[in-house]
C-alpha cells in the first residue's frame, strides 16, 4: 500500500501525485500519440469517434456527476454545436474561429434552459430538458434555410490555418488535443471552488446554501460549461460524420451520452472516459459478435439499443458506481491485500429519501 | 364549427390515452416515489400481448383484452418484485435511468418478438360504427377511448376510496411507514400498484390501438403522456387526466391551425410553460421544507 507524505503545498496541487501515475499517464499520452502510425485507417477513426464521445461525456459529468443536475438533452446540446459550427464554415468562417463560436452557441442555449431548470429539481429537471431536446429537434428539422431539414448538410473537412485536415489521422490529432485540452479544464475545474461548490450542492442542495454557496450562479455556470462541452464534441461529431441530418442528434444520443457516465461511474473525469470507450466500442463488439450469434438475433434492428438497455439495467442494479468504480475496488483489494472489506464502499443509506418535501 | 367539433372529439379521445398513460406513471409516484419512464413501453408491451391474443390465437376481442391486462399485470408485479425494489435507497436518478433503459429493452424485446414492421390491429366491436350526434359523424372508435377512459376513472374512483386494498393502497402512498406500522404489507403493496399501473396502460394500448397503428416505438408516446402528468402535478388523478386532456386537445388543435411541426412540440411547449410557472406542476400538493 502506497502512503503519501506531503511536505509541501505543491504536493496538494501537482495534478500527478506521485510517480506511478506520471508514468502510466505518460505511458497512455505516448501509447494515443503513436497509436495512428500502428493501427488500421478504421481504426484510428474508431479511436476519434471514442475521444469525441469523452468529451461530451465530460460536458455531461459535469452536469450529473458533479452538480447531480440529471439532464435527459445533452443530445440537442451537440445538435447545437454542430449545427453552428457547419453552418458557419460553409458560410466561409474558419475552422478556428467555428469551433469557438459552436461552443459559445451551446453556452448561450444553456444559459437559455439554465434560468427556467434553477426552479425544478430531480425529476422536473430531468423531463424538461428531454422536452428542451425535442423541442431542438424539431427546430432543427423546420429551420430549412439553416439547416436544410431532412435534407442534411455535407460537412466540410476542417482546416487549420489554411491547411484543410483531410486525412483520418490528422481529423485523430485535432480530437485527441481538443480531448486532453477539456479532460485538463475539467480536472482543474473540479478541484476548484467552483468544483467544490457544485460537489457541495449534488450532495445537499440544503447545506451548501447554508454554507452560502449562491445555487442560482453555480448551477447556471455549470449547466453554461456543461452545455458549451458538448457543443464543442458535437462540432467534432459533424466532422467525424462528415454529412450531418437531424436524425443524428435524436433522444438515443441523449441517451447514448447518459449511459456514458453512469456506466463509466458518476463523479469522476475518468468514468466519462471509460463510458465512452464502453459506448464507442460496443458497437463495434457487436458487429464482431454477429458473426457467432445466431441469424434470427444478430439481424434484428433494434439489438444495438436493447443492448445499450440492458447493459445499462445491469449496471444500475449491480454496479451503481461504475466501471470506475469497480476499477477503484478492485485497487483497493489488492493495496490493502488480506484485509479487504466489502463494506468500504457499501452505501450507507438504504431507505428511500423522499423528494416530496424538499 | 362541425369540423372543430370533430377536431375536439379526436383530441379529446387521444388526450384520454396520454391521460390514461399518464395515470400510470402518477400511480406509481404516489405511491413508491420512483417514476417510470417505460410507462409508454408497458402500453406498447400491453399492446403486442393483446394483438397476439386476438389475432394469433383468435381469441374473442374482450377475452384478449382481459387476458392482455392479466398478463401484462402479472409482468407489471414481477417488474416491481424483481427489480425495482433492490435500487431503494440509490439516488432517484438511479430510478430515471433504469425505467429508460428498461424501455429501451422492452422496445427491443418486442421489435425482436413481433417484428419491426406495423401491425394492424384486428377488427374491435367498435370499427366502422359511426354516430351521427347532430349532425357531426362522431367513430365509435374514439367514442369508446372516451368512454373507457371514463369507466376506468369511476372504477379507480370506487376502488381507492371504498375498498380495504385501494385505501391501504392510499395509506401506503401518503405515509409508507406510518402505514406500514398499521399493518400494511408496504412491499405486497407496492409491487401491486405496479400490476395496476400496468393494467391501466394496457387499457390505453387496446383502446387506443384501433386508431393508431401497432408498432414497438409507440412507447414514445409515453413521453409526452409524461407531459400530461407534469401538467397535472404528479398529485391527483383526476388532475392528470385533464393534464392529458389538456394536451391531446392542444396537439389536435396545433396540427390543424398551426404550422407544421407545432404538433409534436406543443406538449412540451405547454409543460416548459406549467414547469416555469408552477415548477411542482398545476395540482401539485408538494410543500418546501424550512430550514
Given amino acids: ?358 | 364549427m362541425v369540423e372543430l367539433f370533430q377536431l375536439l372529439v379526436g383530441g379529446i379521445a387521444q388526450g384520454c390515452v396520454y391521460g390514461l398513460i399518464a395515470l400510470g406513471f402518477v400511480l406509481i409516484y404516489k405511491a413508491t416515489e420512483m417514476v417510470n419512464f417505460a410507462q409508454g413501453d408497458l402500453m406498447m408491451l400491453g399492446t403486442f400481448v393483446a394483438f397476439s391474443c386476438i389475432d394469433t390465437w383468435g381469441m374473442n376481442y374482450w377475452l384478449g383484452f382481459a387476458a392482455a391486462a392479466l398478463a401484462m399485470a402479472v409482468f407489471g408485479y414481477l417488474l416491481d418484485a424483481l427489480v425495482l425494489r433492490r435500487i431503494i435507497g440509490q439516488p432517484q436518478f438511479a430510478v430515471v435511468i433504469l425505467t429508460i433503459s428498461m424501455g429501451f429493452l422492452f422496445r427491443s424485446f418486442a421489435g425482436f418478438i413481433w417484428g419491426n414492421e406495423t401491425l394492424n390491429f384486428p377488427d374491435t366491436p367498435f370499427t366502422n360504427q359511426i354516430v351521427n350526434v347532430g349532425g357531426v359523424i362522431l367513430s365509435w372508435d374514439r367514442l369508446s377511448i372516451i368512454l373507457g377512459t371514463l369507466i376506468l376513472a369511476a372504477l379507480l374512483y370506487l376502488f381507492f376510496n371504498y375498498t380495504r386494498l385501494g385505501n391501504a393502497m392510499q395509506a401506503a402512498s401518503q405515509n409508507q411507514l406510518a402505514a406500514y406500522y398499521m399493518g400494511v404489507r408496504v412491499k405486497r403493496i407496492n409491487s401491486l400498484i405496479w400490476a395496476l399501473s400496468a393494467i391501466v396502460a394496457t387499457i390505453a394500448g387496446v383502446l387506443f390501438a384501433p386508431i393508431s397503428l401497432v408498432e414497438p416505438s409507440n412507447g414514445f408516446y409515453g413521453l409526452k403522456a409524461f407531459a400530461a402528468a407534469v401538467i397535472g402535478g404528479f398529485g391527483s388523478l383526476m388532475g392528470t387526466v385533464l393534464g392529458g386532456l389538456i394536451i391531446g386537445v392542444s396537439e389536435t388543435l396545433a396540427a390543424r391551425y398551426l404550422p407544421p411541426g407545432f404538433k409534436e412540440i406543443v406538449a412540451y411547449l405547454l409543460m416548459l410553460v406549467v414547469l416555469m410557472l408552477r415548477p411542482h406542476g398545476l395540482f401539485s400538493t408538494l410543500q418546501r421544507k424550512k430550514v
Avoid at chain 1, 52 to 58: E, K, P, Q, R, T
Avoid at chain 1, 123 to 140: H, K, N, P
Avoid at chain 1, 194 to 214: C, F, H, K
Avoid at chain 1, 334 to 345: A, I, Q
Wanted: charged letters at 10%.
Fill in chain 1, 1 to 358: 500500500m502506497r502512503i503519501l507524505f506531503k511536505t509541501s503545498y505543491v504536493d496538494d496541487i501537482n495534478l500527478f501525485q506521485h510517480q506511478g501515475q506520471v508514468f502510466w499517464y505518460g505511458a497512455l499520452a505516448a501509447a494515443l500519440l503513436v497509436a495512428p502510425l500502428a493501427l488500421p485507417e478504421f481504426y484510428v477513426g474508431e479511436l476519434a469517434q471514442i475521444f469525441i464521445l469523452a468529451i461530451a461525456g465530460i460536458g455531461l459529468m459535469l452536469l450529473i456527476g458533479y452538480t447531480g443536475l440529471v439532464s435527459l438533452g445533452h443530445g440537442a446540446f451537440m445538435a447545437i454545436g454542430a449545427y453552428t459550427n457547419t453552418y458557419l464554415i460553409t458560410k466561409g468562417v474558419p475552422f478556428l474561429a467555428a469551433f469557438p463560436l459552436a461552443g459559445l452557441a451551446a453556452l448561450i442555449a444553456g444559459v437559455i434552459i439554465a434560468v427556467p431548470a434553477n426552479r425544478m429539481s430531480g425529476i422536473y429537471l430531468a423531463i424538461a430538458t428531454l422536452a428542451f431536446s425535442q423541442i431542438v429537434e424539431q427546430i432543427v428539422v423546420r429551420w430549412e434555410p439553416v439547416t436544410r431539414g431532412f435534407q442534411g448538410m455535407p460537412v466540410p473537412p476542417p482546416d487549420l490555418l489554411g491547411y484543410a485536415l483531410t486525412q483520418g489521422w490528422q481529423f485523430y490529432y485535432l480530437c485527441l488535443a481538443v480531448l486532453a485540452l477539456v479532460v485538463l479544464a475539467g480536472i482543474n475545474l473540479v478541484r476548484s471552488p467552483t468544483g467544490r461548490a457544485l460537489i457541495a450542492i449534488r450532495d445537499s442542495e440544503i447545506s451548501a446554501q447554508s454554507l452560502g454557496v449562491n445555487l442560482f450562479r453555480y448551477k447556471t455556470v455549470v449547466f453554461a460549461l456543461s452545455a458549451a462541452i458538448t457543443g464543442l464534441a458535437g462540432a467534432l461529431l459533424a466532422h467525424r460524420m462528415r454529412f450531418i441530418s437531424p436524425d443524428a442528434f435524436n433522444f438515443l444520443l441523449s441517451i447514448q451520452l447518459l449511459l456514458m457516465v453512469v456506466v463509466g461511474g458518476l463523479g469522476s473525469i475518468h468514468g466519462a472516459i471509460l463510458g465512452a470507450i464502453f459506448v464507442g466500442g460496443l458497437p463495434q463488439a457487436i458487429a464482431l459478435m454477429r458473426d457467432y450469434l445466431p441469424a434470427a438475433i444478430a439481424r434484428t434492428p433494434g439489438l444495438e439499443p436493447g443492448l445499450f438497455g440492458l447493459v445499462m439495467v445491469l449496471i444500475v442494479l449491480f454496479e451503481p458506481l461504475g466501471l470506475y468504480g469497480r476499477w477503484l475496488k478492485i485497487k483497493a483489494y489488492f493495496d490493502v491485500f488480506p484485509l479487504y472489506r466489502r463494506s468500504t464502499f457499501k452505501r450507507q443509506r438504504s431507505y428511500l429519501k423522499t423528494e416530496r418535501v424538499r
